[in-house]
């Protein structure tokens, strides 16, 4: 039977339908908000028998068709998903993940489909309200519902579900997600967003939180849906035994500096358990198996690493709230345009900047048109850094995610392109991890654009702050490592400057968290991120004065709309000319703006003189470097641009009697002329002689008068 709830969320209709599309599916709505609408459906399936984890998949696709449009290039399908949708799976699945059971081990898919967009309205916080609804209607033990908001910033005034225009004037793109209690998910990027804004902005976006889970539980209620009742697996009988034998020895087995010696005790310690409790690789009598062993064993070691947080003792005896120690190193690869190695701990990442024209910039295609980028940060994750041999198979999901989110982080502080008209790259390698290495590349950015001469309008760094939570007790972790973030039930990333937020991230284990953990979470954060700050700027106090010698050298200039076709010339044979003969490159926008870019000053000044020389007015006094394009008896005609010429008059020829044109200046030859006149009629009147020194006659020295005289 088809349902239908709504409501009504900044002047525009928020929709929930089910009971019309895919039944056949355990669960699937339309969702619709202005005329955007997405399909969302679920399925759930029993548990394939390698796997000993909860499989979930999220699939997030739009389809250009969704707004009229045929996608680009000869391939007239979809292919591989674009990094925008990827970025939208792993918004979907962060909030949900946290609501299912720990014993739940089904599989499970969750599939959403882009059918319409306006233009206006994004599907994508669409996407996460319509898998919460799905799995509210599906048989499956979700604790929800869950719902998500994007909340912008214009004026100092928060708008939720902003549209696609207002999102061009946002100081701030924040997109929350949580149940009616609590907060769940962040993601959000904002112009130096101070703390105390942020958290309002986060509080703001759970009150419509609120509202849509409302209207989720109505839809449910609506459909009549009644969820099974679900059979809980009972306690693990090793979880005691190996608390009881070995808590205290895997307890000093974690209390080490360095993460491999760490996993080594611990591994050993396993393994005597197992010797003992499968002497000899035999069979128990109670049935109890080597899969239930290695659940149970993992399960005591996350409580006693828990435990040992909530004491306030940290595995490589840090205080809660302390840094590992930094190293920070900047132009340390040749060749490139910017280089920087920086060190926290044992994450390490080693970045390199590569600076480009226009012309490299990605041009990238979705449902609202097409746009360009010009600032790009790659992350790499090369299975070495964690001490594991694994095959490339391209960026997953992961490196797409944590490249997303340190680009988005510094790209804030990126200059104007009229102020820096280059295209930029960072490529970050993760060459070492314990914990937080898309923090460690925020950092490691700004350390090598600055070693780049990149003019960044602030330094920013990135720091992780963890929580363990039992009950009412918790503890901030400064800087998690990888075993933090494993047995923890957060990763809040913040990235900034001293003067705010540019990038927030949370991902959690738990149910949600309050403002008081937000609040104190933001403010830990940003002590840590200024006393990074601090250290990396140690190193390199400033952006560097001067390019590397190696990058393209680049000028913009403005001309008159009117002057593009003068420039570009018939068939494009000026602005060709003028490349071949400075041995540079010109591009021009729609707006009269012109990019030059050469391999060298040298060149790149020649081409600017060309380009001024054509599409400037011709100014009584300015110098010229002009060519004889034709000799009569009264002067030369003399080109001193494309398409622009002036007479120098035989009297102007030269500062000594001429008696023909030909016995000064020949045709072809290029001299430099001076502009004495402009009349009514535009007519250009040049001078030689004006450039000329006043030859000395004989007799004429000046006569130094005598005292006595």
């Known amino acids: 039977m088809k349902t239908v709830v709504e409501k009504e969320i900044a002047g525009r209709m928020l ?64 292919g591989k998903p674009s990094t925008h949708e990827v970025l939208t799976m792993r918004l979907t699945d962060r909030p949900i993940r946290p609501l299912f059971p720990k014993w739940y081990r089904e599989e ?67 997109v929350v997600a949580g149940t009616k209690e609590s907060i769940l998910m962040i993601e959000g990027f904002g112009k130096q967003i101070p703390e105390e804004i942020m958290v309002d902005a986060l509080m703001y976006g759970h009150e419509i939180i609120q509202e849509i889970c409302d209207l989720q539980t109505e839809l449910a209620e609506k459909a009549g849906i009644k969820k099974p009742e679900f059979a809980v697996p009972a306690e693990n009988a090793f979880v005691e035994m190996i608390r009881s034998d070995a808590a205290g020895k895997i307890r000093e087995a ?42 149970a064993f993992d399960s005591v070691v996350r ?20 840094l590992r120690e930094i190293s920070c190193v900047v132009g340390n690869i040749p060749r490139v345009h910017g280089s920087a190695l920086f060190t926290r701990g044992e994450t390490q990442s080693l970045a390199t900047v590569t600076l480009g024209t226009t012309r490299d910039q990605q041009r990238v295609e979705n ?19 964690v001490g594991e041999c694994k095959p490339l198979r391209g960026p997953g999901r992961r490196e797409i995610g944590h490249g997303a989110l340190a680009e988005r982080s510094v790209e804030p502080v990126i200059p104007d392109l009229k ?12 060459t070492e991890s314990n914990g937080s290495s898309s923090m ?20 920013v760094a990135g720091i992780s702050i963890g929580l363990v939570k039992e009950g009412d007790r918790y503890t901030l972790l400064t800087d998690i490592m990888g075993d933090e973030d494993h047995f923890g039930d957060t990763d809040f990333k913040v990235a900034g400057t001293q003067k705010g937020i540019t990038g927030i991230q949370l991902d959690l284990k738990i149910d949600g968290i309050n403002r008081e953990i937000i609040v104190n979470t933001l403010e830990q954060a940003r002590a840590a991120r200024i006393e990074l700050l601090k250290t990396m700027l140690a190193e390199i106090r400033r952006p560097r004065k001067e390019l590397s010698p190696y990058a393209p050298r680049l000028r913009t200039m403005t001309i008159p709309v009117d002057k593009i076709g003068l420039l570009i010339g018939p068939g494009g044979k000026t602005i060709r000319q003028i490349q071949e003969e400075s041995g540079s490159t010109l591009d021009i926008d729609d707006d009269g703006t012109v990019f030059i870019s050469a391999p060298n000053e040298e060149k790149l000044q020649a081409a600017l003189a060309r380009v001024e020389a054509l599409t400037e007015e011709i100014r009584v006094g300015r110098i010229y470097k002009g060519k004889v394009i034709a000799i009569k008896d009264f002067g030369a005609f003399i080109e001193i641009a494309p398409g622009k010429d002036g007479l120098c008059h035989i009297s102007e020829l030269s500062n000594e009697y001429v008696r023909t044109v030909s016995d000064v200046v020949k045709l072809g030859d290029v001299v430099d002329v001076k502009v004495i006149a402009v009349d009514d009629q535009n007519r250009v009147k040049l001078s030689r002689k004006a450039l000329l020194e006043v030859p000395v006659v004989e007799g004429d020295e000046e006569i130094e008068e005598d005292d006595d005289m």
């Open 108 to 174: 499970l898919q969750i599939m959403s489909t882009v059918l319409s967009c306006d233009g206006q309205n994004m599907p994508d916080v669409l996407s996460i309200n319509g898998a919460s609804a799905c799995l509210m209607l599906a048989p499956v033990p979700f604790q929800g519902p869950i719902a998500a908001v994007r909340v912008g910033m214009i004026d100092d005034e928060f708008i939720p579900f902003p549209t696609h225009e207002q999102m061009k004037r946002s100081e701030l793109d924040l």
């Open 440 to 459: 460690a590349s925020v950092c490691n950015a700004t350390l090598s654009l600055m070693d780049a001469g990149v003019k960044i309008r602030q330094p």
């Open 419 to 430: 102020d820096f008209p280059y295209t930029i790259r960072v490529i970050s390698d993760i």
């Open 254 to 295: 974690k209390l080490s500096k360095m993460k491999h010696d760490r996993a080594d005790a611990v591994r050993a310690v396993r393994e005597e358990l197992k010797g003992k409790y499968f002497p000899e690789g035999a069979d128990r009598q109670d049935g109890l198996t080597n899969a239930n062993f290695m659940a």
């Open 15 to 78: 929709s929930i339908t089910t009971g019309e599309i895919a039944k056949q599916a355990a669960g699937a709505v339309l969702i619709q908000y202005g005329e955007t609408v997405v399909m969302v459906a679920t399925q759930n399936g029993p548990l394939p028998a390698h796997l000993d984890f909860f499989p979930l998949t999220v699939d997030y696709r739009e389809r250009l068709a969704a707004s009229g449009k045929f996608p680009g290039g000869f391939i007239k399908r979809e």
């Open 367 to 385: 449902l609202f048109g097409e746009f360009e980028k010009r600032f790009m940060l790659d992350y790499n994750f090369p299975p070495y850094s």
């Open 303 to 322: 409580d006693v690493v828990r435990e040992i947080t909530l004491e306030g003792t940290r595995l490589d005896g840090r205080k809660p709230d302390e």
